[in-house]
């Protein structure tokens, strides 16, 4: 089973990168693009077969490791 | 005073603060990340700047995560003085020993140069040393050294007096100009200029030598 986890600075949380790279697609010439929030994807592949075990597995890896939750927040998503 | 210097892959000041501990007479040992113990009898653990672990995933979390670290929280759950500088300040956000995050310095530069910092309490092994509100210069070095926090917990540091330092002017997007925090206990402190820079006519200033002199003072008169 492969799990994808989305990585995302929380909501209130100023990110500086990704005002950077709103700035510079405004200099590009794309208008219209009001907010811009950079974050990253961590693709797991697994042995668990089970769905719901797996994602409390994956859960519980985004709580210790994966994600800082003082600032983060996070998605998983199976497949 | 016996300190311990962690050190980590990626670790470059474990060096200096070895330096810098030693000159303010401690005995000093560095402990590699796979121990699982620190060195019998260490009074004070110091966590130094570098980028261990290459700050993959995010800076100190892979490092707050070593063997090592289980005994660092647990010397400091019993009361034991750890220090963090920078990378190490990070690295102790990321154990749960101070609240807060190290972010991307708001203006995305890595910054590099003397920083003037106001001494925000002196009630603490590692700053009783100076005067409050005295101004200090220690050298800032980092990428990530943008301190966050939520409103409740910047409430209660200040409530506590547990801001240790703040920077002067903006340096790097820190909220309140925070650049380094205490723990409940006082015991614990974490911040992301480098006083271990500053113990030498050579580096340009000694207002680090306070720090270090004051550490090892505490642990002779416990």
């Known amino acids: 089973m492969k799990a994808t986890v989305t990585v995302m600075l929380k909501n209130g949380v100023l990110d500086p990168q990704g005002e950077a790279v709103r700035r510079a697609l405004g200099s590009l010439g794309f208008e219209g693009v009001e907010g811009v929030r950079q974050g990253k994807v961590i693709e797991l592949d697994l042995q668990a077969s089970d769905r719901a075990r797996a994602e409390e597995e994956v859960r519980a890896m985004c709580d210790k490791l994966l994600a800082n939750t003082v600032i983060e927040s996070y998605r998983i998503e199976l497949a | 005073m016996k300190a311990a210097v962690v050190v980590f892959p990626g670790s470059n000041c474990d060096r200096d603060l070895a330096v810098a501990l030693r000159a303010a007479g401690a005995e000093v040992s560095m402990a590699w990340h796979k121990d699982d113990a620190l060195p019998a009898g260490t009074d004070l653990v110091a966590v130094p700047g570098g980028f261990s672990f290459g700050d993959y995933l995010r800076c100190g979390a892979i490092a707050a995560r070593s063997p090592i670290a289980a005994a660092v929280v647990a ?114 402190l974490g911040l992301m200029p480098h006083p271990e820079r500053a113990v030498d006519a050579a580096h340009g200033g000694t207002d680090g030598l306070a720090m270090f002199r004051g550490l090892v003072a505490q642990a002779v008169a416990a």
């Open chain 2, 75 to 188: 010397h400091a759950r019993r009361g034991g003085y750890v220090l963090g500088v920078c990378n190490g300040f990070q690295v102790l956000t990321e154990m749960g020993l101070l609240p807060g995050a190290l972010m991307r310095n708001a203006g995305l530069k890595f910054i590099c140069h003397p920083a003037a910092l106001r001494v925000e309490t002196t009630d603490s092994g590692f700053t009783e040393g100076y005067e409050k509100a005295q101004t200090v210069t220690f050298p800032v070095a980092h990428h990530d050294g943008n301190y966050f926090a939520d409103d409740e917990t910047l409430r209660r540091l200040r409530g506590e007096d547990r801001v240790a330092f703040t920077y002067r002017d903006p340096v790097n997007g820190s909220v309140q100009d925070i650049a380094g925090i205490l723990s409940e206990n006082r015991r614990v």
